[in-house]
């Protein structure tokens, strides 16, 4: 719970904040970008909400906050049925990020074939339940080591199969599902498991059905440039390899950006193509001392 004796003096008076235990994920600025701000690398309320969908964005972010650093010294709103959050498509962005993959995002999309969590939100029983009135799950994709967290209690709950990639199967023991190599894999008709090794070795996209593709950390959309972006100070892997990955995506077709680390964003196949063009050819000629990591 947000500590109100620790409340980051950034913050807008007013019954919402932000206390000084924020990690800086961004979850919460996605959530609500008119009512959050990054100040000195930790999140501030900087205008307390006003209508009744700000209220709704302000709870999914306290929701969404892995460690727990959002709350309100005044009544406090219904929080039943804010995640799943529907972005679009029957895929919805799951909330209740975790701690173990320093608040990364998960994703969950419902379809008849049988319903896919990308990457791991924390195991809760909110949650829980309304994956189980959605249908549960017959899928865990994994986009990397690193977002792991609660994938193996979701997977026994539901008897779910899990992917990830071979050379991160340590990671998650439990995956029956290996992607191998470099070439792409189908896993069903319309859902295609990319590996793009750069982020970590064993880094994967997820591509479903030519409109989203779920980028874990490998890619995501930067507010602040209005382009597609990568972080680079956070390429544990290679950078060199993490260029050479993306430019292989760039004939791919997608209208969703769906990432783990930075902001999700929908736009047109051919703004995408475009985007992602222009982020590699910016890959191969800025140094690392110039390079930009904004949100």
């Not at 074939?113 to 009135?133: T, Y």
């Not at 899928?139 to 899990?162: K, N, S």
């Amino acid at each position: 719970m947000a500590n109100p004796a620790r409340r980051h003096p950034g913050n807008a008076p007013g019954p919402w904040f932000v206390d000084d235990s924020c990690i800086d994920c961004d979850a919460s600025r996605q959530c609500a970008p008119d009512l959050f701000a990054d100040r000195n690398g930790q999140s501030v309320v900087t205008r307390q909400p006003a209508t009744p969908d700000e209220i709704d964005q302000m709870a999914r972010a306290m929701l969404i906050c892995p460690t727990g650093s959002i709350g309100t010294t005044g009544s406090r709103p219904p929080l039943d049925r804010l995640f799943p959050f529907e972005l679009d498509g029957d895929v919805h962005v799951c909330g209740f990020n975790s701690p173990d993959s320093f608040g990364a995002n998960s994703f969950f999309a419902r379809r008849s074939g049988g319903n896919l969590l990308v990457d791991s939100p924390r195991f809760v029983s909110r949650l829980v339940r309304a994956v189980e009135e959605m249908g549960g799950l017959a899928e865990i994709l994994l986009t990397h080591r690193d977002d792991v967290a609660d994938a193996h209690r979701w997977a026994e709950h539901f008897g779910a199969r899990t992917w990830i990639h071979e050379v991160e199967a340590s990671a998650a023991p439990f995956a029956a599902g290996r992607i191998h190599g470099t070439e792409p894999l189908v896993i069903r008709p319309g859902l295609t498991a990319i590996p793009v090794p750069g982020h970590t070795r064993g880094s994967v996209v997820f591509h479903l059905e030519d409109r989203f593709l779920f980028t874990g950390d490998s890619l995501y959309y930067s507010r602040e440039q209005g382009e597609l972006s990568a972080f680079r100070s956070v390429c544990w892997y290679s950078w060199p390899e993490l260029t050479r990955s993306l430019a292989r995506l760039e004939s791919l077709r997608f209208e969703w950006v769906l990432a783990g680390h930075g902001d999700r964003h929908r736009a047109t196949a051919e703004w995408m193509q475009g985007s992602l063009r222009r982020l590699v050819d910016r890959m191969q000629k800025v140094d690392a001392a110039s390079w930009d990591d904004s949100w």
